[in-house]
């Protein structure tokens, strides 16, 4: 799993892999992870909807995303499952 340095280190890297879905084509999908990345509050919750987007995302464009970034997604994944998990 690679790791980040910092929150916006992890959010920058989820910012871009957010616009390469859009450039692909995958408005639905793309729209729904920016609408759980404006979650984020700085509380649990935040990043608790933030998790809801990515897992719905996965679940239900599993064959329209491109591999790579349905593997970035999934790994992005791990590491919000970590904080939201973890307090």
Do not use: H, P
Not at 13 to 22: N, P
Not at 63 to 78: D, G
């Amino acid at each position: 799993m690679r790791t980040y340095k910092s929150n916006d280190e992890f959010f920058q890297a989820l910012e871009k892999l957010v616009q390469e879905i859009d450039d692909s084509g995958q408005y639905e999908a793309a729209n729904r992870l920016r609408e759980g990345f404006s979650c984020l509050n700085g509380l649990t919750d935040g990043w608790a909807l933030l998790m809801e987007s990515i897992e719905t995302t996965v679940s239900q464009d599993q064959e329209k995303l491109k591999c790579e970034n349905m593997a970035e997604l999934k790994e992005m994944l791990k590491i919000v499952r970590k904080a939201v998990y973890r307090r």
